[in-house]
Structure formats: C-alpha cells, structure tokens
C-alpha cells in the first residue's frame, strides 16, 4: 500500500524553465514532508522539507508547497539547470515518529 | 570527509552464502537505518537503530540481522543470500527520531547469482 505516491516517473523541462515534481499522500498522520535528490550510483541527498504547520517553504531556486486538505505537496525548480538532472524523491514522516516513508522517485532531465 | 559510509559499494555473491555490509557515520548521529531499494526502485525501511537499541523491524526476513557495536555503526548481516535479495541497500542516518532529514550512505549493490 503505497502511502506516498508520485504518479510521473519522468519529466522533461527544458534548461531556465520550471520544473514542477508532484507528490500525494494518503497518511494523514504524516506531518513533515522532505524532498531527496538522487544521482546513480550515489545516495539520495537531502533537499528541502517542510513541516505540515506551513503551506510554502523556500531555498534559493528550491520551493515546497504543500497543501493539506488535498494531501499533495509539489516541489518547484526555477530555473532549472542541467545539473538538476536526477530521480526526485518525496517522503514523509508520522507525527512523533520515524522512518521516512518514500515515493517511487521522479526522474528529471532538463535539455540544454 | 564522507558523512555516512557504507562498504562495500558492489557485491556480487552466489545464492546461499552469507554477507555483511558495513555503515558508519561521523555526523554524531543517534539514529541509523537501512533501507533497501528493490527493483521497482521503491526506497523502504529495513531496520532502524536509537542509540544502538533496535526500534524498527519492518517485515524483514531473519536472515537479515543488522547488528549495532555503537552509535556511529551499524552493520547488516544477511545469511542464506537468496536471488530475491539482490537490491541496493542504503545505510542512512539522523541526528534523532522524528522530524529530521536522513543522511545516506551512497549504496551497496547486491547481486545474487
């Protein structure tokens, strides 16, 4: 049963564009919500959360928003860079616990 | 200077031996886990050690035992290696429980032929 749930697997923007990466989730105890990037062969490293009390979380070209009554958060790269080519992960965590539950990723490639 | 390391990073081994993989973390780290993703590329959560109690045990096999001497290390045992098991497995770590980011580990694969 899959609690978070990123339904694109690939996206393709072109390079000073945005990209928009989706995530749902049905657990409506998680409240804290985290984006992984992944380059192959290497571990996911950490991007940007947000925690479930904000709508909108920023960081330089990196915003979250989150929108609880829809159980959707959305993570937007502007402007994209060819560098952020990689599979995107979204997670989350239960209130007052852990792990982080992952999605299946979404892999990003922005044209030059 | 590598936050969470994991070795080794590709092991190919035959069915029915048994194998360890090793983790360690310098971040000062309370929390450590390994999480395992499976073909369907699906990242989840194996173990995860507090302060080298184990508090998570999802629906892992036996054969699976990770094992914890302390706090900066957490090992991952796995007897009987079956062709199901080949996946790459990713030690991770964060600074407690709860609302916290994890720090991976860049990943073993393991291949059982």
């Known amino acids: 049963d899959q609690q978070v749930k990123q339904n694109s697997p690939s996206l393709s923007v072109q390079e000073g564009r945005i990209s928009i990466l989706n995530c749902d989730y049905t657990n409506s105890m998680f409240d804290y919500f985290l984006w992984y990037k992944k380059y192959p062969a290497e571990g996911p490293t950490f991007l940007i959360s947000?925690?479930?009390?904000?709508d909108k979380n920023e960081d330089g070209r990196f915003t979250v928003f989150l929108n609880k009554s829809a159980k959707h958060l959305s993570l937007h790269i502007v402007p994209s860079q060819p560098g952020d080519s990689a599979v995107y992960f979204c997670?989350?965590?239960?209130?007052?616990?852990?792990?982080?539950?992952f999605g299946k990723g979404t892999r990003l490639s922005v044209i030059a | 200077d590598t936050a969470v390391s994991q070795t080794p990073k590709y092991l190919v081994t035959q069915m029915g031996n048994d194998k360890s993989i090793k983790c360690e973390q310098n971040?000062?780290?309370?929390?450590m886990y390994w999480y395992k993703q499976d073909s369907k590329k699906f990242l989840k959560i194996m173990f995860s050690?507090?302060?080298?109690?184990?508090?998570i045990n999802e629906t892992v096999p036996n054969r699976f035992s990770p094992k914890s001497p302390d706090k900066a290390h957490l090992n991952l045992h796995i007897n009987s290696l079956e062709l199901g098991d080949s996946a790459v497995y990713f030690c991770?770590?964060?600074?407690?429980?709860?609302?916290?980011?994890?720090?991976f580990g860049q990943g073993t694969r393991l291949t059982v032929v």
């Open positions: 997670a989350a965590i239960e209130r007052g616990n852990t792990p982080l539950v």
């Open positions: 991770a770590s964060s600074q407690n429980r709860g609302r916290t980011e994890a720090f």
């Open positions: 947000i925690s479930s009390i904000k």
């Open positions: 971040l000062g780290h309370d929390t």
């Open positions: 050690y507090n302060n080298k109690e184990l508090i």
